[in-house]
């Protein structure tokens, strides 16, 4: 069965670095979403990607965060200087419509130093 | 908040019963989906009912949805012990592009072999 699937697994870095999460949705899917989880606390929306563009994003993505699509099949999250309260899950999620069902990945756990 | 809250927050029972949990939400949806998130893993889909559908089964799984009074409910029935995990409702609101979801804090669910 396809699934989302998310590199890596656990990332470790120091605060101030960049990192990238990565992600490859379900293969016919259009529509792609970062949520990210901070531990104990409820799943948040940070964005959502159609069409090669920003859909929509939550006050969390400021400026620190990108997303981009390199290539048919990635679709990746940066954070351009991280801080302590980035630690978190990252999960990515990508649907076939805009109002069915999102699929998740299992996560990226960010540990900010 | 336009978000999901799930009641009762823990839930324990024997494995062979039934266990129900309850979603609440404020604002006007186009779905709400069940996740289920076993410890410091991934979410899993379990299930999507849109805001003209008032029930729907999926194998040990009955969901209801009551849009006027904007709850909607999770029936695990016959639980086994692999049931053992937290359970998210999350939210898809009218209006909003792309359907971003809106997670409540989740259920977390025991069932005792």
């Known amino acids: 069965e396809p699934e989302v699937t998310q590199t890596p697994s656990h990332q470790v870095t120091q605060m101030g670095q960049e990192v990238i999460l990565r992600c490859v949705p379900i293969?016919?899917?259009?529509?792609f979403y970062w949520y990210r989880q901070i531990l104990g606390q409820k799943v948040e929306f940070l964005v959502s990607?159609?069409?090669?563009?920003?859909?929509?994003k939550s006050e969390i993505f400021d400026d620190q965060f990108s997303v981009e699509r390199p290539d048919g099949s990635n679709f990746t999250l940066k954070i351009r200087s991280t801080k302590l309260e980035d630690s978190a899950m990252y999960f990515c999620?990508?649907?076939?419509?805009?109002?069915?069902?999102?699929?998740f990945g299992p996560g990226t756990r960010l540990t900010v130093l | 908040s336009q978000q999901g809250e799930e009641d009762p927050q823990a839930l324990s029972i024997q494995e062979g019963e039934n266990a129900t949990m309850n979603c609440s939400y404020k604002?006007?949806?186009?779905?709400l989906q069940w996740y289920r998130q076993n410890s410091g893993r991934g979410l899993v889909h379990l299930i999507l009912?849109?805001?003209?559908?008032r029930e729907k089964h999926s194998g040990r799984l009955r969901v209801t949805l009551d849009t006027s009074k904007k709850s909607s409910s999770l029936l695990i029935t016959a639980s086994r012990a692999a049931d053992t995990a937290s359970y998210f409702c999350?939210?898809?609101?009218?209006?909003?592009?792309?359907?971003?979801?809106?997670f409540g804090r989740g259920t977390q669910l025991t069932v005792w072999p």
């Open positions: 990607f159609y069409n090669n563009e920003i859909s929509e």
């Open positions: 604002t006007s949806i186009n779905n």
């Open positions: 999350a939210t898809a609101t009218r209006g909003s592009t792309l359907g971003r979801l809106y």
């Open positions: 009912i849109r805001s003209n559908e």
């Open positions: 999620a990508s649907s076939d419509w805009s109002y069915n069902e999102q699929f």
């Open positions: 293969s016919n899917h259009l529509y």
